[in-house]
């Protein structure tokens, strides 16, 4: 369909209930709902969300001219998302144009490799923190054990704060308030000044991070010095004519590393150990080539290249469960997408979710095998047949910190337990894909062995 389109009509348009189109749909099972119209429908499906009309594109080819014309012919139009811009402000991830520009370049040192590689001592001490946590075994939330986890690690990294701070453990619940709301709203076919039960838990869990992340900034900004974390770094950031960040500018900025950071880099860790469990061949394979490599100590930066199958099995679940499983573009002009012409202000939907489980691209899609990675896969691939971080000039500044926290934590969980499920995963799409309701598994250690730093 992308090449035979004509491009006088518009895309196809399931049939959907009159005034609120698809939303219903959309609350009852989103994942599900964007993957049959895709493959019933086509590559570009227009859905209807109340008074709003959006495009679902799907072909890698499509979504390559979103990412890279980004910044031209598109924007990202996530402001459009009152509780999105409530609680990301003008940080990264939604800012655009000259704006994006300018605090892009001030972030960018924070993110430089060597600086990344330096917080590697404080990624493998929270990992031996919570093998020590789970030596007893038993059935433990690991989404929930995990989450805390990286908020230690990101706040420590970000923010400098000692694990046992009270601010962690407050912004903690503060951001779970958020998203659990912010999932709770999706779709709702409501005026956003409606106080909705979830839009009141959106808005509680947002201020409360406000207030705990403002009196940081003011704290450091007062106590002066030198305390080696990201946010001495963007205090210091100055840009091409010399002025620093504002602090509502820098708030914004933490809020959104801190999202970025912590919940997609947790539910990845969580969905890899469930289908680790459920695939024991693959765990095995794992556990043999993490001890023949590491000898049950904690990778450092030159291992990662001897463990090629702990990348492919990272990548696997990315593709399986992108955390960033939906984004978004908004047309600045009269654009051509899939063969359609779109109008001016346009939202396109890029589903990850459809896209990364596309038998046209991969064998078996729905399966998890993480040796598909070991041949050059991908290489193969169309360039945005997997794309988990995203692309062109707003691929995730991040994602250099997300892929040494993941290779370093699950070389230690795996090399210290087994797991085996509890009951099946349950799947929540919120800002970011993640485990509904928690992930209870059963963990045992393996051989009783202890993972040393």
Known sequence: MTASATAAALPPRPPGLPLVGHAPALMRDVLGFMTR???????VVRVGLGGRE??????????????????RLFDKGLR????????????????EGDFWLRQR???????????????????????????????????????????????????RSVMGLPENSEQVERISRALDDALTGFRRNYGVPLPAGVPTPARRQFRRGSDDIDAVMTQLIAERRAAGGTHDDLLDMLLSARDDSGQPMTDPQLLDEVKNILLAGHDTTASTLSFALYLLATHPDTEQRLAQELGGVLGGRLPDLGDLRSLPFLDAVIKETLRLYPAAWS???????????????????????????????????????EEFRPERWLDGLEARL????????????????????????????????????????????????????RPQAGLPLRVQPRQGEAVNG
């Open 37 to 43: 119209i895709s493959r019933e429908y086509g590559d």
């Open 105 to 155: 370049r001030l972030a960018q040192p924070a993110f430089h490799s060597a600086r990344i590689q330096g917080y590697l001592s404080v990624m493998q001490a929270q990992t031996q923190a919570l093998c020590q946590d789970w030596a007893a075994g038993g059935v433990r939330d690991v989404s929930a054990d995990l989450s805390s986890m990286t908020m230690r690690i990101v706040m």
């Open 327 to 365: 984004t978004q573009r908004e047309a600045r002009q009269e654009v051509t997408v899939g063969g359609y012409v779109a109008p001016p202000g346009t939202l396109f939907v890029i589903n990850h979710w459809v896209t990364q489980r596309d038998p046209r691209f991969f064998d078996a899609p």
């Open 382 to 433: 169309p360039r945005y047949a997997y794309f988990p971080f995203g692309g062109g000039g707003r691929i995730c500044i991040g994602r250099e910190f997300a892929r040494l926290e993941a290779a370093t934590v699950l070389a230690g969980l795996v090399q210290a337990f087994t797991y085996q499920t509890v009951r099946p995963l349950r799947l929540e799409p919120a800002i970011s894909l």
């Open 54 to 71: 959006v495009w679902v594109v799907s072909h890698p080819a499509d979504i390559e001219t979103l990412h890279i014309q980004t910044g």
């Open 80 to 95: 459009r998302d009152p509780l999105l811009a409530r609680l990301l402000g003008g940080g990264l991830l939604l800012s």
